[in-house]
């Protein structure tokens, strides 16, 4: 038996370790997830005013600002009954599905699209044929021969100066890359663009949020006052210029997605057939519901529904409960941390634990202790099972709760592909899942805005709900969660308040979800049973097979995981000055 070791894992956020063991034929039997920093933030928050949680909690992460700051002011709100005025509840609903949109397309193009694409190859290709390819599946205007040559000239300058730069290291020449030269040159162009792309889209968090990264936001409602007229009362109101700018900046999102990603989507899936049919591991799948038309507190104006799937079973939603301790538990059997009660017992967020306690052998080492613990991530679980969240969890839940949207989306690029239902349950298939979902969430967009605007013309420009800002108004002690579907998948912060402070608060992210190790019965999490479905190493010294299927879950350990060194110390302070 071989043990595979890759550390880190790159074109992600934060540090993850796998280990693999694997057959002598290359099969993977065997697979180690291993969050390698510590997450301190829960601790940081005890005893600070609830309503500032959203701006520590933001910090969790510098890629997911947004969805940790949503989740913070819905877990205060929750546990203070708080409601939101409509028009806050489309504005979150907007700054939510651009951050959805923003983070697949660099997901995709920027951190995943190189396990497919092979950036050398691109040196190769005839942009005449590139420019025939490119127009045979999309109307994307970017399409000439003479623009192709002109980002094939561009790659030869990197190359040829030794400076491939963010295409360095790369497996290039792999036997696995199956893509001819035109299509790699074709994705290399669009990678390229994406970077541009994606100055736009920022627009939106900071005409509603003031900035982005980590947009500003108040605990019953949105922060920007709303003014009637185009000017604005002030500079900081969000007038009709900023709308129509929104309204823009939607349009171009919509037409990248469905020219650009979705095309080039299917164009490099259908290469990779066989990738169809490996890679899923869990067959358990969750959602907890978000982009609400009416309140968190009715779930049945969710655009995004909740529920469990078992064992690909899509006839049966199991209901899920964010306040049952039977249902949420998080173990820690084969984490760095300590529970008071022992390391087998399960804990609901409201009474987690965060007890650090490194137990591993002292770095540099060549193997994880994966008998004992080998994480910094906890082991969540629902009614006792290993869940995976993210895009293909809420595609199969909304697949499977009829909305018509999305069936009609599957079954064009299954139809395309010539592949059945089953193959979404695979690492293509969650590659898959986060496109389709770009397209329904931006297309979703263009509604909440008018739905906005129309709010607005009648008069409505209420964007916050005072009720319940005095803590004197507060009951002494209470409780809340704060649910929402991030790019990533299911994230949840649990809040206990009492007498106005914070008490504890937890947050489980979703690359906790599917990141985290085996529990006390040995099961494993959601990456590691992925690996462990049918994966074949070809060269275990150029482990592309192990990045694939890591990279479908774009990972963000920074979410579920903060940095110190194995004695506890902090490792580093950056000052601004």
């Given at each position: 038996?071989?043990?595979?070791v890759?550390?880190p894992i790159t074109?992600?956020e934060?540090?993850?370790?796998?280990?693999?063991e694997t057959?002598?034929?290359?099969a993977?039997?065997s697979a180690?997830?291993?969050?390698?920093?510590?997450?301190g933030?829960?601790l940081?928050?005890k005893?600070?005013d609830p309503?500032d949680?959203?701006?520590?909690?933001q910090r969790?992460c510098?890629?997911?600002?947004?969805?940790h700051g949503?989740?913070?002011?819905?877990?205060?709100?929750n546990?203070?009954?708080y409601?939101?005025p409509?028009?806050?509840?489309?504005i979150?609903?907007?700054?939510i599905?651009?951050?959805?949109?923003h983070?697949?397309?660099m997901h995709?193009?920027h951190?995943?699209a190189?396990?497919w694409?092979d950036?050398v190859s691109?040196l190769?290709a005839?942009?005449?044929a590139?420019?025939?390819l490119a127009?045979?599946?999309s109307?994307w205007?970017?399409?000439?021969?003479?623009?192709?040559?002109?980002?094939q000239k561009?790659?030869?300058?990197?190359?040829?100066?030794?400076q491939?730069?963010?295409f360095?290291?790369?497996f290039?020449g792999?036997p696995?890359?199956?893509?001819?030269?035109?299509?790699?040159?074709?994705?290399?162009a669009?990678?390229?663009?994406a970077l541009?792309?994606q100055?736009?889209?920022?627009?939106?968090?900071?005409?509603?949020?003031?900035?982005?990264?980590?947009?500003n936001?108040l605990v019953?409602?949105?922060?920007?006052?709303i003014?009637?007229t185009s000017?604005?009362?002030?500079?900081t109101a969000?007038n009709?210029e900023?709308l129509?700018t929104?309204k823009?900046?939607?349009?171009?999102?919509?037409q990248f997605?469905?020219?650009?990603y979705?095309?080039?989507?299917?164009?490099?899936?259908s290469?990779?057939k066989?990738w169809?049919?490996?890679?899923?591991?869990l067959?358990?799948f969750m959602t907890?519901g978000?982009?609400?038309?009416?309140?968190?507190?009715?779930?049945s104006?969710?655009?995004?529904p909740?529920?469990?799937i078992l064992?690909?079973?899509l006839?049966?939603i199991?209901?899920i409960d964010?306040?049952?301790?039977e249902q949420i538990?998080?173990?820690?059997?084969?984490s760095?941390?300590?529970?008071?009660?022992?390391?087998?017992?399960g804990?609901?967020p409201y009474s987690?634990?965060?007890?650090l306690?490194?137990?591993g052998?002292?770095?540099p080492?060549e193997?994880?202790?994966v008998a004992?613990?080998y994480?910094?991530l906890?082991s969540?679980r629902?009614?006792?099972k290993?869940?995976e969240v993210g895009p293909l969890?809420?595609v199969?839940?909304?697949?499977a709760?009829?909305?018509?949207p999305?069936?009609e989306?599957?079954t064009m690029?299954?139809?395309?592909?010539?592949?059945p239902?089953?193959a979404?349950f695979?690492?293509?298939?969650?590659?898959?899942?986060r496109?389709?979902e770009?397209?329904?969430?931006?297309?979703?967009m263009?509604?909440?805005l008018?739905?906005l605007?129309?709010?607005i013309?009648a008069g409505?420009?209420?964007?916050h709900?005072?009720?319940?800002w005095?803590?004197?108004?507060?009951?002494?002690?209470?409780k809340?969660?704060g649910?929402?579907?991030a790019?990533r998948?299911?994230?949840?912060?649990?809040v206990?308040?009492?007498n106005?402070?914070i008490?504890?608060?937890?947050?489980?992210v979703p690359?906790?979800?599917?990141a985290?190790?085996?529990?006390?019965?040995?099961q494993?999490g959601?990456?590691?049973?992925?690996?462990?479905?049918?994966h074949?190493?070809?060269?275990p010294k150029?482990p592309?097979?192990?990045?694939?299927?890591?990279h479908?879950?774009?990972?963000?350990?920074a979410?579920a995981v903060?940095?110190?060194?194995?004695?506890g110390?902090?490792?580093?302070?950056?000052?601004?000055?």
């Amino acid at each position: 038996m071989n043990r595979v070791v890759v550390d880190p894992i790159t074109r992600i956020e934060g540090h993850l370790r796998i280990e693999a063991e694997t057959a002598a034929n290359g099969a993977i039997t065997s697979a180690y997830s291993s969050g390698t920093m510590v997450r301190g933030i829960e601790l940081i928050l005890k005893g600070r005013d609830p309503r500032d949680a959203w701006a520590f909690a933001q910090r969790i992460c510098g890629v997911c600002t947004l969805v940790h700051g949503i989740a913070s002011v819905r877990a205060v709100e929750n546990a203070l009954d708080y409601k939101i005025p409509p028009n806050a509840q489309l504005i979150r609903n907007l700054m939510i599905a651009a951050q959805y949109v923003h983070d697949h397309v660099m997901h995709f193009y920027h951190l995943h699209a190189l396990d497919w694409v092979d950036i050398v190859s691109a040196l190769n290709a005839d942009p005449a044929a590139t420019s025939s390819l490119a127009q045979s599946i999309s109307s994307w205007p970017n399409s000439s021969p003479g623009y192709f040559a002109d980002v094939q000239k561009k790659i030869k300058g990197f190359v040829e100066a030794g400076q491939l730069g963010i295409f360095a290291n790369g497996f290039w020449g792999h036997p696995e890359f199956k893509l001819p030269a035109e299509a790699n040159l074709m994705a290399v162009a669009h990678y390229l663009e994406a970077l541009d792309w994606q100055r736009n889209v920022v627009q939106i968090h900071t005409i509603f949020g003031g900035k982005n990264p980590h947009p500003n936001f108040l605990v019953g409602g949105a922060p920007s006052p709303i003014s009637g007229t185009s000017g604005g009362s002030s500079a900081t109101a969000l007038n009709l210029e900023g709308l129509n700018t929104i309204k823009t900046v939607i349009g171009k999102m919509q037409q990248f997605v469905d020219q650009v990603y979705v095309p080039d989507t299917l164009a490099i899936a259908s290469f990779y057939k066989d990738w169809f049919a490996r890679g899923e591991g869990l067959g358990n799948f969750m959602t907890y519901g978000d982009f609400p038309e009416k309140g968190m507190d009715d779930p049945s104006s969710w655009l995004i529904p909740a529920g469990v799937i078992l064992d690909r079973d899509l006839s049966t939603i199991h209901p899920i409960d964010m306040n049952d301790p039977e249902q949420i538990q998080e173990f820690v059997s084969h984490s760095y941390y300590d529970y008071g009660g022992g390391k087998d017992q399960g804990l609901h967020p409201y009474s987690g634990e965060t007890n650090l306690n490194y137990s591993g052998p002292t770095p540099p080492f060549e193997q994880l202790d994966v008998a004992n613990s080998y994480s910094w991530l906890k082991s969540p679980r629902w009614r006792g099972k290993p869940m995976e969240v993210g895009p293909l969890s809420r595609v199969l839940m909304l697949y499977a709760k009829g909305h018509e949207p999305t069936r009609e989306l599957a079954t064009m690029a299954l139809s395309k592909l010539d592949l059945p239902l089953t193959a979404m349950f695979s690492t293509l298939g969650r590659t898959a899942a986060r496109t389709l979902e770009s397209k329904i969430i931006a297309d979703q967009m263009e509604t909440w805005l008018d739905n906005l605007i129309a709010n607005i013309r009648a008069g409505d420009l209420t964007v916050h709900n005072p009720v319940k800002w005095d803590p004197s108004t507060w009951p002494a002690e209470a409780k809340g969660v704060g649910f929402m579907e991030a790019p990533r998948g299911g994230l949840a912060h649990w809040v206990v308040i009492k007498n106005g402070k914070i008490d504890n608060y937890q947050a489980v992210v979703p690359s906790t979800w599917n990141a985290g190790p085996r529990d006390s019965g040995g099961q494993p999490g959601a990456y590691e049973a992925a690996l462990m479905d049918r994966h074949t190493l070809f060269d275990p010294k150029q482990p592309l097979e192990i990045q694939r299927t890591i990279h479908s879950f774009d990972p963000c350990i920074a979410c579920a995981v903060h940095v110190v060194d194995p004695n506890g110390e902090e490792l580093t302070q950056i000052k601004v000055r």
